[in-house]
């Protein structure tokens, strides 16, 4: 069975740290582009970031550009999100997807999502 499990999400307060993590099981992540979507209530899911395949350049949405973090651990198959300088607007569930063999990480074409977690920022 193909499965992403996100964890790390919670409460922090504005200008907080939090680091999301992705573990892959059923799979390995080699073949995948993999990226980090989010849905803010009342809005549709967005991605933020990405690790394409197969060159492993990183891409990040313009709201997110110099704050968080993309990285992969491939011992672990494990993708990470370090979210610094946290900002109410990124109040959201967040959501990691693998797209196989992928330039980009289209959200159409996600063929595993997580369950997600619920990251929010308030003081």
């Known amino acids: 069975q193909l499965q992403l499990v996100e964890s790390g999400g919670g409460l922090v307060e504005p200008g907080g740290s939090l680091k999301l993590s992705c573990a892959a099981s059923g799979f390995t992540l080699d073949n995948y582009a993999i990226g980090w979507f989010r849905q803010a209530p009342g809005k549709g899911r967005e991605e933020i970031s990405c690790?394409?395949?197969?060159?492993?350049?990183?891409k990040y949405a313009d709201s997110v550009e110099g704050r968080f973090t993309i990285s992969r651990d491939n011992a672990k198959n494990t993708v990470y999100l370090q979210m610094d300088s946290l900002m109410p607007e990124d109040t959201a569930i967040y959501f990691c997807?693998?797209?196989?063999?992928?330039?980009?990480?289209?959200?159409?074409?996600?063929?595993?999502w997580g369950q997600g977690t619920q990251v929010t920022v308030s003081s």
């Open positions: 690790i394409n395949y197969p060159d492993r350049t990183t």
């Open positions: 997807g693998a797209v196989w063999r992928a330039l980009a990480c289209v959200r159409t074409s996600v063929d595993v």
